[in-house]
């Protein structure tokens, strides 16, 4: 089959392997109709992240189940399915507690922008849709990590009905993020967004404002905007240092950031959160807790966050995605085998 | 009167000033019956904290109030009043959510190691109660800083009914922190110290475990504790990097780590937090919230965080207070004037 490898920061090339089989009795083999890049996938392409050797890349997809293990119960060969970013057994003590993310059994998948791949623990994994119409695709490939990603910042943060919530970065989270604000009943949700395309989107998903400076500037318009109180809820949904910095100075005191940019290397002074009381929740999102009211909500059309997806190539044209995305030409890219 | 002046590290005077006055109507004079010496006071002491000049220290007491402004209604002269270690409105959006410590006027005391205090905001700060008992003196002088800090770890850390709590530090605070894991119905409380007599003080407020050990092996003993799933509420009662990344190695994914330690320059990689969804919340303590509830347990004999003074010296031997501390020959020092 064919699966897209990085050979070294940006160096990405399809090449032919052998599909996958099955190697624990509670494995999965599913066959991907959609799969698309992930902003941190980047983090490789862009050098921040170590290539010591070719590896296999991609970690969101969704399609049709191939074979099962014989332990396998709940999803069955044929099942269109929707999977989260991890695996994971969903029986364990962090499981049931929601943190599947943390999953005594956690797995990650070789490399999902590819044509198949082995899912393992299948059972507590996967969850079966009905085949969806071709317009729900792009929603629920997005329900796979950025949906579910931006739905934990906002759990993190601890959105509610009647709070003023801020979402830090544009990127396909971020967006996804204001998505959550929205459902979860924010009165207020600002977007902080430099980029026209994504200061549109944000306003379809929810924004009902947009603050296009950072730093200082950034800063005092959130306060501004705000009585000079800071938000009740602030999403950090980037990964650096900046972003967190800036995440904290908006956040009211008593408050929790919830963050879900990936982090690399950012060392942070723990005095702001401490003399002011912000506290900091979140981390690598248990999708898999969220996906099922997720999957609703996109199923039943109250939810649009496919629209993330501005741009779709075929597998082949795998290369071109990192560099549109890299060059912030696309928000997030689909591919299609 | 007297008053305590640090005039470089180690170097603890008394010195001869005025008397305080009244500056807004919204002031109270208060005659200290008793105050003590810090473990934040060590800060400086060490040299860890710059001591620019000559500074008046001390941000504890009890005492008797003596005068106030036309404004102040709810506390009059001949009041006998515990105080929390900053001033506040008690009024603001922050106060009101329960954050005093960030009041939008907080205040700090110029040093009340002395016979004397102005206090800035008087009602929303003070709490005045009935003349106490000789055996009660202690506890509600506990309740200043160390009980409201100790508990405001509890809280911040989610210490509930039926969870396993680890309490890292054998301070003043963390042995108080032992005391609010019990109150707030923790079915196992681990202290974490190296020195038998406070050992013996955490067991005496309510430790079920004692774990003597630090860094890796500390850290295995609590896993081992807890079927290697961690602890679902760690209070972190220290402030340094050592005792934060430990708290974090301990705490059980999804549950946030209750910081009170107060941090100098500590800088912390946010991958362990994000990793396993491990929160951190807390902060400079708003002892004002807890007040009322801590003074109420006090006085119903229900707890008895007095213990933690282990030596009481008279106000003109406070440079002796000071060594006991930084030597650890004492866990908590009283003054009396």
Not at 120 to 139: F, H, K, M, Y
Not at 212 to 222: D, H, L, P, Q, Y
Request: hydrophobic residues 40%.
């Amino acid at each position: 089959m064919r699966a897209t490898f990085i050979t070294a920061p940006g160096d990405i090339e399809i090449r032919q392997i052998p599909e996958p089989t099955l190697r624990e009795q509670t494995d999965a083999i599913v066959r991907i109709t959609h799969s698309c890049v992930c902003g941190s996938d980047l983090w490789s392409y862009r050098g921040v992240k170590e290539v010591p050797k070719p590896l296999q890349i991609g970690h969101e997809f969704i399609g049709e189940v191939t074979q099962v293990g014989d332990d396998v119960t709940t999803i069955k060969v044929g099942d269109f399915v929707v999977a989260p970013f991890t695996t994971s057994d969903n029986t364990c003590v962090h499981c049931r507690a929601g943190f599947q993310s943390a999953c005594q059994n956690l797995g990650f998948y070789r490399g999902c922008q590819a044509e198949f791949t082995r899912v393992a623990n299948a059972d507590g994994t996967l969850i079966a849709v009905a085949e969806p119409r071709p317009e729900q695709v792009r929603s629920l490939l997005a329900c796979s990590d950025v949906l579910g990603t931006g739905w934990h910042a906002a759990v993190s943060a601890g959105v509610g009905p009647g709070k003023t919530a801020v979402v830090v970065g544009d990127g396909a989270v971020g967006l996804c993020a204001v998505i959550a604000a929205r459902v979860l009943g924010a009165e207020r949700i600002v977007a902080m967004s430099r980029h026209e395309p994504r200061q549109q989107l944000a306003r379809t998903f929810g924004a009902t404002d947009i603050v296009a400076e950072r730093g200082e500037v950034g800063i005092n318009a959130i306060l501004d905007l705000t009585d000079g109180l800071g938000a009740q809820a602030v999403m950090e949904c980037v990964g650096t240092r900046e972003a967190m910095e800036q995440s904290i100075a908006i956040a009211r005191p008593g408050t929790c950031v919830g963050f879900v940019g990936v982090p690399h290397g950012v060392q942070m002074p723990l005095e702001p959160y401490f003399q002011r009381n912000i506290g900091l929740r979140g981390g690598m999102a248990p999708v898999r807790a969220y996906l099922p009211h997720l999957i609703e909500l996109v199923l039943a059309g109250t939810i649009d966050p496919g629209l993330v997806f501005d741009l779709t190539l075929p597998l082949d044209e795998v290369a071109d995605a990192y560099q549109a995305m890299d060059e912030r030409r696309a928000i997030k890219v689909m591919l299609e085998p």
